[in-house]
């Protein structure tokens, strides 16, 4: 057992980066979005503080437009890993009931980007873990695992630091702060054949299953509540589908399917075509639409 | 345009995932980076082994599609590069500006590539991909053969410790395959590589235009008979392997206590494996213990190797924190405070000999300084130049010493406990990386020289306090006029004080020394230690300085005992003094006569915390004196 698989190595590492955070820093916090990639970033949390709990709280920036099954889900988590579950929702956006289907970018924008800058500054968190991966995106791929962030919640892609074998440093002025992404290194790939090999708990929407949907601007749009405003002419249909992530429902597009255990989720996403940000209606603006928003403050 | 994606076994995933699952569960991860610069098709090389992997969907290739048509340099083909020049700013400017970081996979192993730009900021951008790759891709045009870059490349890699480098010579499409060319650019790199030092190396004809032995061997290269790109990749062995046979190291990352009964020391392991029972022994302190317990939430573990992640108990309660190294008892790594080092500089702000930057290195976070720089490394031809400082993407070989003394291991034998960052205490920047070589034996040989006469003897027989009473402020602020006037009543007072004056000791002393940052650094570096043998002779120190840098001054309170530094900040705002001008020194400045003077063309950081704060507007030099008394008899 001299050589370690990859996986072995990307959960290695994932372990480090989460106490290197904890040792070096005063008030870290978990982004949790209940999605695939939080699990596993949970799930690594778990086993890097064994048998204690993870040190820090999860965060739920909420827009109220997530899946119901991502709500029941979410304080089971926090339970089971023995943490405090804080829930932030913009009350501005509240207040306005800004919504994706009649405010477009503006629900992003101030639900997720205003919500957690909000969420951040009322709690005064110092480092907040996301579950970002460089596989994602183009800009992710340059982004660095301890991420600094102005005072302001901005990113300033020229001006990263250098980091060096496994040395981060996490030194800042007051007011400023850093995101940090445990799952840098990890491909989509990696993350499904993780949550297989230890059997981690995820929303059923990633399996397949029969539920009321509707297609729209080339979207599979699954029915999720009555909020949903159905069209002229659109009526529910039943139709086998699945999430390959999960973020507002109005937002996330399904894909049709019969894959109901994670082998052959696995199957699907190898044989599939398409990138998973693809079911994404944020990604499809100007080309390099990720770093703009990230250099607002975007996680 | 290119061959179907070979990598991944279509056949087996659709009939039957298990087996595929069980297969890819025990791959192996293999770091590399790609060194060369655009002409040598070091991002079509990248974007293709992304695309032969399906790594690239449809969506993504549709747009590339699109991009390639607006941007791309191939006419109508895909142009690769667009692939992995990612930000926007650096695809409107076509160049790359920092390190990004690819996945791919085979069957045998995952891939995680390091692409770094080939430009100016070359030197810091391959530092920092390299310092986690296991090989180094050296791209080479054949048509070009050998240039300057390539000899930078390899030595860079090499610097960096990479064991394994490939040297891929492209683009044998243009000058037709042809073997005798391939065979003079690999006689040509074997001196060249023997002469740093690189033992051995793998060279491979390649196009990664057109395919040739990058997934396939190329029947259009007969002649050669080695391992294709990828076959290498996937065989050549891996660092973590090697590390795995080397003596036990663990840097503690973090206690873990979660109740009375558990004390567990979280890290992952540098080198080596650990079994339950065996001799360990904590560095620095030296103490020895047994390990009990290998606890991991899937249970406990026997035995552990290089590269996971664990918690330990010890059979004692023994000390350990954060920042130890766990290590094998019967072969401990070594502790020294003094080092030679090679240093990589990665900031705009120019190295600073003398000044204390923090030291990031395991887990360990310490004060250094770089006491002489021996010599810069011209990166292109490995020339030694003697420097006064290294600026940004410099190399150097310095000496440098810690403020106390650290766990360590040559570079060479272990990056995790031979590499290091060096952070500026101010900007909190990562300033520099560094690989320690070994201990200087001055610091082991030169012991403190205890004496019976001791610094609290001095004091007692002077009936004192010794102090440091440190004026720092503008030119032409009045430090020394007041210090002149404060040392004459503690002389009335019956007090034993001495007053060094920055004029004066430039006289002697600090003849040598000129006024750029390093010089100022260096003088207020001897002042402070003249200072402390003052007070180590029971003296009341008195100096006036313009000392504008904060790090320096706080250099000198740290080299006090707690509480005899004091910070008297004489705040002369810089309009006041120039128009008082006492010796005419702004209006030289001014007209361009002197060079760096503070507050004209050097900077001034003034105290933020000063124990005494004199504004000169509102308190007359008298005045001055009596709050400094009163003060000091207070505190």
Known sequence: ?299 | MTDAPIYQTDALISQDIDAYLQAHQHKTMLRFITCGSVDDGKSTLIGRLLYDSKMIFEDQLAALEADSQKLGTQGQQIDFALLVDGLAAEREQGITIDVAYRFFATEKRKFIVADTPGHEQYTRNMVTGASTADLAIILIDARKGILTQTRRHSYLAHLIGIKKIVLAINKMDLVDYDAARFAEICAAYQDFASSIGIEAFTAIPISGLAGDNITHASARTPWYDGPTLLSHLEDVELDQTQAADKPFRMPVQWVNRPNLDFRGFSGQIASGSISQGDMVRIVPSGKTTKVARIVTMDGDLPMAVAGQSVTLTFDDEIDCSRGDVIAIADAPPMVADQFESTLVWMDEAALLPGRNYIMKIGTQSVEACVQSLKYQINVNNTEHLAVKTLALNDIGVVEIATTRPIVFEAYGDNRDLGGFILIDKMTHATIAAGMLHFSLRRAQNVHWQATDIDRQAHAAQKNQTPRVLWFTGLSGSGKSTIANALEKRLYQDGQHSFLLDGDNVRHGLNKDLGFTDAARVENIRRVGEVAKLMTDAGLIVLTAFISPFQAEREMVRNMLPEGEFIEIFVDTPLAVAEQRDVKGLYKKARAGELKNFTGIDSPYEAPSAPEIHIDTRTTSVEQAVDDIMAWLAKN
């Open chain 1, 1 to 299: 057992m001299k050589t370690l698989t990859h996986l072995q190595r990307l959960e290695a590492e994932s372990i480090h980066i989460l106490r290197e955070v904890v040792a070096n820093s005063d008030n870290p916090v978990m982004l949790y979005s209940v999605g695939k990639d939080s699990a596993v970033m949970l799930h690594l949390a778990k086993k890097a503080f064994f048998p204690s709990p993870p040190p820090f709280p999860l965060l739920h920036v909420d827009t109220t437009w997530k899946f119901q099954a991502m709500y029941q889900l979410r304080q089971k988590a926090a339970d089971d890993a023995g943490m405090q579950l804080l829930v932030h929702q913009n009350p501005e956006a509240l207040a306005k009931a800004i919504n994706p289907f009649d405010h477009g970018a503006l629900h992003t924008d101030m639900w997720k980007t205003e919500g957690l800058k909000q969420a951040l500054d009322k709690h005064r968190f110092d480092v907040a873990f996301g579950g970002a991966r460089r596989d994602e995106e183009k800009s992710r791929a340059k982004e660095r695992v301890f991420s600094f962030r102005s005072a302001n919640h901005q990113w300033d892609p020229k001006n990263q630091r250098p980091e060096l074998w496994k040395l981060y440093n996490a030194r800042k002025a007051k007011g400023e702060s850093i995101r940090v992404f445990p799952l840098s290194n990890w491909t989509e790939l990696d993350i499904w054949q993780y949550i297989h090999l230890q059997s981690i708990e995820i929303v059923p929407l990633y399996f397949a299953a029969p539920r009321p949907t509707v297609e729209r601007d080339g979207l599979l749009l699954m029915v999720d509540d009555e909020r949903f405003p159905l069209r002229d002419g659109e009526v529910p249909v039943e139709r086998s589908i699945r999430f390959r992530t999960l973020g507002c429902y109005p937002l996330t597009g399904a894909v049709e399917s019969q894959a109901t255990s994670l082998p052959q989720i696995i199957q699907e996403m190898l044989l599939t075509t398409t990138s998973e940000r693809q079911g994404r209606a944020i990604d499809k603006d100007a080309g390099a639409s990720m770093e703009k928003k990230k250099q607002e403050g975007y996680f």
